[in-house]
């Protein structure tokens, strides 16, 4: 029987080697991209590490599984939008939310009081010129360097993902909602 | 400013629109397949559903931070494995443990008490023929209709693929391992 090499996830290296924060980022037209995210958050809190997410399209009063369970756990996590914006027909009040919201997010990263910051959805204020990415860049060049951030979004601009430690793209390869099968609660909220 | 169309993960289909059990499988060689698995599997937890994991690569002991976090959740996460098969150097042992963890995993689908089940790296044994697909596709096919099923791991195959309602593949475009940074404590496990 062949047996393949392990994947990169299960590969040890020597432990002098280099113990740092990451930039990781989720990026694609497929599902998971927040998931994922939320994923690494619950491993990273289970290590007993602190972790703070803030996503950018969400309303703070947003109630999906995924924030009962968080603040069950005792993660905070923080909705700084206004939900998706084809919805608003206030896009200058989304702009402002958004920066409002990364100025707190900037704030958090630039502590480095938190082993993990996700920016969940920030591609999006990012694509519509809501956040200068030059302004994203810096703060996550200049971060402590011990602190790892997750940013998750289709359509990741290419200077952030030259930036990034760790770039996946989630691809749909086939979707239920294409096939007319609808949106399951508990499975996508 | 030009809006795109949202994306399909917030479209929401009339109320008269099938609600069912999905097949979800996760796959490719990027990260995110398992933690995206774990974030639905938070999401349907918060949701009030009941959830079990099975994690065919992962021994009965295993104490990653996301054993932990579902642990104090309460949602059931189980090893079926011996580890990563290049370890063992008992192949047949590894096969059987795969053979009697699908046994328990199937039992489980079968019964219908769980809205989502977890099938972690179940590609692994499927691989290695330790585990026949057809045994596989027909459970899935079989299930209750309201039970949800995620598969993770590289390299579904191609009749998986078929059967599954949704298929995203993790595509790695950057990995900090290749740039020489170590996997980290609380990022990886």
Redesign the interface.
Known sequence: ?Q?E??????????PT??????I?????????????????A??????G?AVKIYQFMKVPSAR???????E??GVPIEGLGDG???KSRD?EHSAQLARDGWTRAAATIAAGEH??VVLDEIMYPLR??WLPLEQVLSALRERPSHV?VVLTG?NAPQEL?EL??????????????????????????
């Not at 990781?24 to 690494?40: D, I």
């Not at 099968?181 to 996508?188: D, H, L, M, S």
Request: hydrophobic letters at 40%.
């Open positions: 029987m047996i090499s392990p994947p990169v996830d299960y590969q040890r290296q020597q080697a280099e113990r740092r924060g990451l990781l980022v989720h990026t694609g037209n497929g599902k998971g991209k927040s998931t994922a995210a939320f994923g690494l619950l491993r990273a809190h289970g290590r590490k999906f599984g995924e924030h009962r369970m968080f069950q756990l998706f914006s084809w896009l082993f993990l519509y010129g790892h289709r993902i990034a430690d760790t770039v996946t793209e989630m691809t749909m390869v086939k979707h239920h909602f294409k096939a007319g099968v609808p949106a399951q609660r508990g499975i996508e909220d």
